[in-house]
């Protein structure tokens, strides 16, 4: 369909917001730079020019024309007459609304965006349930490869999954990758740009067809753009592999919205690149995606999904039983259907503190507007003297106010890309390659439009209609009794500042509550060692190490290490607070009467964990190097899981049964140390020995007196010397750890902070500006009182005390909406209570401290005035 922004009419049917056409954002941009030169270039013309220049239209009457030419004339001479009001109010605007627009971009692009494919409309997402039907999982090999069979008619289904690999021929390096079906590229719609993508053929025989697809991001950074990459050989896990495409620069993956994949390698070259799963059919390790034939429909699809989920059902009892495939539109889940109703609160969460900054601008604008009314005060009686009608006047401050909120919009959109990118450089230190590809698309141009026109709504219209009725009598004598206290003008923009006040408020007691989280982190006893250990992972899934290289290589490090003055090292697969997954199971405690059931996580762990990481055996022993050989069937469980599961009997040599049918025996009890979060109450946790098979991405923690930087770089050199091809996929300090775990804390408290100084400083302007014009209209006033023996401190006294009043009445209502935001906040925040009352009481003296600076010093300066001159103020 072609571009609607090609014809007039239908471009401006779609700056005003009626519908948006998939346009781009110059074409926007261009027609709000014509929109505001049209405006400037009217503002020229005489009234006899624009007479003359009416021509009647099907849609517009040659007087509404006139009407609306000669306000937009009016507006763009007022708007550049006073170029400082009207850059006030610009720059106001324009932040707020960049700023909301910025992160609009931002959780456009990780949530709601489509995928950068083609069609995206006609992909679905394949899940498959447990075993009570429930859930949307992933699914193994055989039951994709049966799937794709079974639906050719109506799809063409693909698969993928993650991967983690070591690239080596320079410095060894792990990438974050694919491994995908063959048909991935050609059914998801992604383009190649250089070279080309997997045929059928190298993704038919396991282990025959080394090749591999790298991304334009991989190919600019490790290859140098070199235009003869297609070809080339590359290491990967020690294996050979030929590269035989680049894709292209706007496809990062499927795996996950905001995470860059490096390369995509064929899934029958597992084998090569991890744990060769393709027969089991118990490992559900595939995404699956289907591209709908044309004609075919998503109910269709999903009825014969069903019918091949139950027909593998009652094939294959003992890996399917009760289980089934469900289908969803791609373009309907955002991260997962789990928890996309979660990340959207999250995210509508976010925009309704960034949506305060916007309703606060736009209320301090209204304050101005209501300034500039009064100034018009005369004017407005005049015309309306000389017959102009409530309706044109209303009309003309409208304009006046849209081509403002418009210039506003014009600058936040500006803004916007600037701030996007500075919010995405704001990234998370994790090894993980983090990806969003925001910008200012016809999307954000649609939110920026609407943004606007609500802003020019919320600060336009009510002053409009206010500065359109005033008292023709005591405006035309020149008095200004209306404008005097008990006035609605003055009523009516006190309430604009109690929003203003009370938004404030709430975004500062959040970014306090984030902020003291941080702030006590550091006296959270996170139940392990901090300050002597620090922790590196290796991936030694590479040509020629099995599990007995891999132990090998574990021993010889370790030794390497004591011997370099070390106190001692661990292996194990998980560690606490970890970003990257865990691990649970299904448990039962045959010792209790009834079967019941309990989901718990746990860690796989050596013989020397416990000494390293400093978590310490309260009852029991420790693993010994022969339980951790052959994997014994022991197991030493936390305090709040013994606790829980044997409150009146003690815990060590109790027995409980895993959901595989093994049975584990409890010979130890650890300390409870933290497995999630740092706020979260103790938690059932277990260990058990580490698997021999070295299969996964396993840490190394080392305990040692020297500084953990110094440990870190002794770490990174024996690795080198031990295997040079070994490559290091993170390597930090435990605080460093922690510090990772707390960086939402601290991105939260910065975010919430910024939105709250900025907000604090629009409330004080406006509280200032609403004080100094209310003293300015009443010097005349204040001149009698002063000459008839007041006293200036009494003055000032009895204007503080009229503002006083708003203040205390926003700092209530804020206060109120401060402490439902901060009982949402609850389960989130750590060392410190939901009402905190150090953050409250700080942030509530603070910002009335503030406010009441800004009434004193205005009212300080109006009676500081020569009563005499008052007395002739007019």
Not at 372 to 400: D, F, H, N, P
Not at 532 to 552: C, E, K, P, Q
Request: net charge positive.
């Amino acid at each position: 369909m072609p571009c609607s922004c090609r014809g007039q009419k239908k471009f401006s049917r779609s700056a005003v917001g009626r519908r948006v056409p998939p346009c781009s954002a110059v074409a926007n941009c261009t027609y709000a730079v014509a929109v505001v030169g049209f405006a400037v270039a009217v503002s020229k013309l005489s009234d006899e020019q624009i007479v003359h220049a009416r021509s009647p239209t099907p849609s517009l009457s040659p007087v509404d024309l006139m009407d609306f030419r000669t306000n937009l004339r009016f507006a763009a001479r007022s708007v550049t007459k006073r170029p400082l009001f009207s850059g006030v109010i610009i720059v106001t605007l324009g932040l707020a609304i960049g700023a909301t627009s910025a992160v609009f971009s931002l959780i456009d692009a990780a949530l709601l965006r489509p995928l950068n494919v083609e069609k995206p409309s006609e992909l679905l997402d394949v899940f498959t349930t447990d075993s009570a039907g429930r859930g949307f999982g992933s699914s193994s090999y055989p039951d994709f490869a049966y799937i794709r069979e079974n639906v050719r008619g109506v799809a063409d289904v693909f698969g993928y999954s993650g991967l983690l690999t070591t690239i080596t021929g320079g410095q060894p390096e792990v990438l974050f990758g694919e491994i995908v079906t063959g048909n991935y590229f050609s059914a998801a719609g992604a383009k190649i740009a250089l070279g080309r993508a997997f045929s059928a053929d190298e993704d038919r025989v396991p282990g025959a067809n080394p090749v591999v697809v790298i991304s334009d991001r991989l190919w600019r950074r490790r290859f140098a753009a070199d235009p003869s990459v297609v070809g080339k050989p590359i290491t990967l896990n020690g294996h050979p592999f030929t590269v035989i495409g680049v894709a292209a620069p706007e496809f990062t993956g499927l795996l996950f919205r905001a995470v860059s994949s490096d390369l995509w390698a064929p899934t029958m070259m597992m084998g090569q690149l991890r744990t060769n799963q393709l027969e089991n059919r118990e490992e559900r390790w595939m995404f699956v995606k289907a591209r709908l034939n044309r004609g075919a429909s998503i109910a269709r699809a999903s009825q014969l999904l069903a019918g091949l989920g139950a027909q593998l059902s009652r094939e294959f009892p003992a890996t399917n039983r009760g289980r089934t495939f469900v289908a969803r539109r791609t373009t309907d889940v955002m991260i997962h259907p789990d928890g996309d109703r979660a990340a959207l609160a999250g995210a509508a969460a976010v925009l309704i503190a960034v949506g305060f900054i916007v309703l606060i601008a736009a209320t301090n604008v209204g304050n101005l507007m209501f300034a500039r009314a009064a100034s018009r005060q005369r004017e407005i009686a005049v015309r309306l003297a000389l017959g102009a009608s409530r309706r044109q006047l209303v009309s003309q401050l409208l304009v006046e106010s849209s081509l403002l909120a418009a210039l506003g919009g014009l600058v936040g959109l500006a803004l916007a890309f600037a701030f996007a990118k500075l919010l995405v450089a704001f990234r998370p230190p994790i090894p993980v390659p983090i990806s969003l590809q925001v910008g200012i698309d016809a999307r954000v141009v649609s939110f920026t439009i609407v943004l606007t026109t609500f802003a020019a709504v919320i600060f336009g219209l009510v002053p409009a209609l206010q500065a359109s009725r005033p008292s023709l009598t005591t405006s035309l004598s020149g008095t200004r009794d209306l404008y005097t206290r008990r006035s609605s003008f003055m009523r009516l923009r006190n309430m604009f500042l109690v929003p203003q006040m009370a938004l404030s408020l709430v975004l500062l007691v959040v970014a306090g509550l984030f902020t003291r989280s941080v702030m006590k982190a550091d006296a959270v006893n996170p139940g392990f060692d901090l300050d002597h250990t620090a922790m590196i992972s290796l991936n030694l899934n590479l040509d020629g190490y099995d599990a007995d290289r891999a132990r090998a290589f574990y021993e010889n490090l370790s030794r390497r290490l004591e011997a370099n003055g070390i106190r001692s090292t661990s292996v194990v697969d998980r560690i606490p607070l970890d970003l990257y997954g865990s691990q649970s199971a299904s448990i039962r405690v045959p010792s209790r009467g009834a079967d019941e059931v309990r989901v718990v996580q746990y860690a796989g762990v050596d013989a020397r964990y416990f000494e390293t990481i400093g978590v310490p055996i309260a009852q029991g022993r420790r693993f010994t190097e022969a339980d951790v050989r052959s994997r014994a069937p022991v197991a030493i469980v936390s305090e709040a899981m013994a606790r829980r599961l044997w409150p009146n009997g003690y815990a060590i040599g109790q027995t409980f049964r895993l959901d595989d049918g093994g049975t584990l025996q409890v010979i130890g009890v650890a300390r409870d140390a933290k497995v999630q979060t740092l706020g979260e109450a103790p938690q059932p946790f277990f260990y058990r020995p580490l698997e021999p098979t070295y299969n996964r991405l396993l840490r190394t923690i080392i305990r040692s007196s020297d500084s953990p930087a110094t440990v870190v770089n002794l770490l990174r050199r024996e690795v080198a010397a031990l295997d040079p091809n070994v490559a290091i996929f993170e390597s930090t300090t435990m605080q460093g750890h922690l510090a990772v775990m707390l960086f939402p804390y601290r991105a939260a408290a910065i975010f919430a902070g910024v939105l709250g100084a900025f907000g604090l400083l629009l409330s004080s302007v406006g509280l200032f500006g609403v004080v100094a014009f209310g003293v300015a209209r009443r010097t005349r006033e204040f001149g009698i009182r002063l000459a008839l023996g007041a006293t200036s401190r009494g003055v000032v006294q009895m204007v503080m005390r009229e503002q006083t009043r708003v203040i205390a009445i926003a700092m209530a209502i804020g206060l109120a909406l401060a402490l439902t935001a901060a009982r949402l906040m609850a389960s989130v925040v750590f060392g410190v209570t939901w009402a905190d009352p150090v953050t409250i009481g700080f942030v509530v003296v603070g910002l009335a401290a503030v406010a009441l600076v800004s009434t004193y010093v205005p009212a300080a300066r109006a009676t500081a005035v020569n009563p005499a001159v008052a007395l002739r103020e007019e």
